[in-house]
């Protein structure tokens, strides 16, 4: 069977937007991917759309993005699975130009998360929770992953400052990325200074709420002639589920769905975790980019706090992790974020990320996790 | 290509379910599917899962029923388009299998309606009309219908009383549905005499918001073999937007977006409107499957009215419409009205309707709308 590519990109600036409503964050993207494929309005077959609804004052989020983009009778569906609605959006994109059914197909994940107060957003979070028996008893999203960071702790040994080194990275990164919300460079004792949040998380473990958009353009193997430089291949999606509650998990210390996800992203692109040049992995808080280098195979499991404490994530190191400042300096729109982590991926495999570009970056992945890990999507992408 | 098969079909009883989670009326309709199909979950590839999760305390919903049914680590994503959601998974599950990505899938729409109040109720399903122009001024879902059935009358000399057939013949096959909400006919004076809602609209003019599920197995053509006489294939999958502005719509009297999509499913199933035996429309206020009559090309534009007066709708008639009582007299669940519609058009294809079975029903068809008609899905199914 053919092959998938990326022929376009786009991406707005992620922050408080007050500027844009919901389908106005969408066309910048869209309108920048559109002109980075080369590509008009007519050649498209189909748009999916990524968000989660709730946070927004507009709803039927696709219904509205399609009309303000022009893009009616066309079909349109959105995707929705949390914080990873965006890549979501692209595997089922995916699917529609395997399928035969479209071959040109725009992804829009956008996002709106500052219609709310910081209290509702929290409470609506914590409805990702399993709400019969977990969230009712306050648990909140920070509080779900400082377990896991407790426990983490508590059986390898990871450290608070390995844990904050995360977030020292990304920040390091974000302050090269115009899109991201923080663009400036903290220190460790900044970060271990700063306010308790759940503990042991402080501030600086937690990613930041943020309003954004991003867009890519897929097409199939038979459009994409002509383009041969700039055409990235997405050539492995995997996607796998955990349990919800987290009681029903067989341990604390990493998301069954992510090493599933991985498994299978790996084996459909023939390639392994030592290939990968360059990951977006779901930092949500910084926990999770441990648990993300040990489930992904970036290292053995309880090895993430040395990985980092030893830079191997850091460009030149092992594999370059989140360097457009993932969610935690980039900034998290949910719905987005995986569509945002899809168009960093293509940029580096086409060289494109000038300061914070990764040498001979030819095999990228994402990794993009909804709610507290009950869903995970790898997606692997190549350039030939 | 290979086609994609229906294996097995799930109904639970629509209504207000006090008694069930959204994952308990979800597993209800999974149990009775699997059970149709003979299959057990490993068979299972992945499932999709349709709601509109607004309307629950329980968000990310595909997570909760996936872990309910006992079926991580499987793939699963959610599907979003207000009212159409049901028929958006299935679309998405026919091009997961005709993808070569999974083989079978199952689809499952479930929603509660009746966990917040008729107000709140009323004012989020306001936001799915276009809020920063539309619905700001207090349009709702029964007084965007209103306009639709005003210009109807106006254009076209439709009737009040023919309005109203449409609710009575409704009324008059859920009686002969055990999963209905509503199991009573209702003759015309009732229904003239209800009170009024918005002009020209009464109350049995209006479907009943319901909790509810429903459930497909998919399957590709190589899963199927030995099931030949219980295998109804899914030939033809039309899906198409409209402005979501009514400001923006060439006319009020019809749904670009259904006419569309209608014309793609026939043409792909290699079909037309007179094949069809029975169809599924959405009936969400009785001007609406006027509209669906013409838009699917049952009769010409402006001859809704008469069609229904000549019961042509009814069994035995041209084509026989919503003979599981429809939106109206079965409730409507949004989430899974599109799956529950699959459900009736494989039940009529397999004969299994008794008393209001379609006689050599052999090509069926739904038509599921999102919203005010910003998206239709029309699904042609067929036996051999």
Redesign the interface.
């Known amino acids: 069977?053919s092959r998938v590519g990326v022929i376009g990109i786009g991406h707005g600036v992620f922050g408080r937007r007050s500027d844009a409503?919901v389908q106005e964050l969408a066309f910048e993207a869209f309108r920048d991917a559109m002109t980075d494929a080369g590509i008009e309005r007519g050649e498209l077959d189909?748009s999916v759309i990524a968000a989660v609804?709730?946070y927004h004052?507009?709803?039927?989020v696709?219904?509205?993005v399609?009309?303000y983009l022009n893009?009616?009778?066309?079909?349109?569906?959105?995707?929705?699975?949390?914080c990873a609605s965006g890549s979501?959006a692209i595997?089922?994109a995916?699917?529609?130009?395997?399928?035969?059914?479209h071959r040109v197909v725009a992804v829009i994940g956008c996002q709106k998360m500052t219609e709310l107060g910081t209290a509702e957003i929290l409470a609506?979070m914590g409805?990702?929770?399993?709400?019969?028996w977990e969230s009712v008893f306050g648990t909140t999203f920070p509080g779900y992953y400082a377990m896991f960071a407790t426990r983490h702790m508590h059986e390898f040994g990871t450290t608070r400052e390995q844990l904050l080194e995360v977030a020292v990275k990304n920040h390091h990164y974000g302050a090269m990325n115009p899109n991201a919300l923080f663009q400036k460079e903290i220190t460790i004792e900044k970060a271990l200074a700063s306010d308790p949040v759940a503990s042991p998380f402080c501030v600086y473990d937690c990613c930041a709420n943020a309003d954004g958009a991003a867009c890519l353009i897929l097409a199939d193997e038979s459009r994409v002639s002509g383009r041969d430089g700039k055409v990235v291949w997405l050539d492995g999606?995997g996607?796998?589920?955990?349990?919800?509650?987290v009681l029903?998990r067989p341990n604390l210390v990493g998301l069954?769905?992510a090493s599933?996800a991985a498994r299978q992203a790996y084996e459909m692109a023939g390639v392994t975790a030592r290939d990968v040049k360059v990951a977006e992995v779901h930092d949500c808080f910084t926990i999770a980019e441990l648990m993300a280098y040990e489930d992904l195979g970036f290292c053995e499991k309880g090895h993430g706090g040395r990985f980092i404490g030893e830079r191997r994530s850091y460009i030149g190191g092992d594999v370059a992790v989140n360097v457009d400042g993932g969610l935690k300096a980039k900034g998290h729109p949910i719905g987005a974020t995986g569509v945002s982590m899809a168009c960093e991926i293509v940029g580096q495999l086409r060289g494109e990320c000038g300061e914070r570009q990764v040498p001979d970056a030819d095999v990228g992945l994402t990794h993009n996790v909804?709610?507290i890990g009950?869903?995970t999507f790898v997606h692997v992408f190549r350039r030939d």
Chains 1, 2 share one sequence.
Not at 71 to 82: G, I, K, Q, R, Y
Not at 239 to 245: D, I, K, R, V
């Open positions: 069977m409503t189909a609804p709730e004052k507009q709803r039927s696709a219904g509205v399609q009309e893009l009616n009778p066309l079909p349109t569906w959105l995707t929705e699975v949390a979501a595997r089922t995916y699917m529609a130009i395997k399928s035969g059914l609506l409805r990702v929770g399993e709400v019969q999606v996607s796998a589920t955990s349990p919800m509650s029903r069954p769905s599933e909804g709610g009950q869903y």
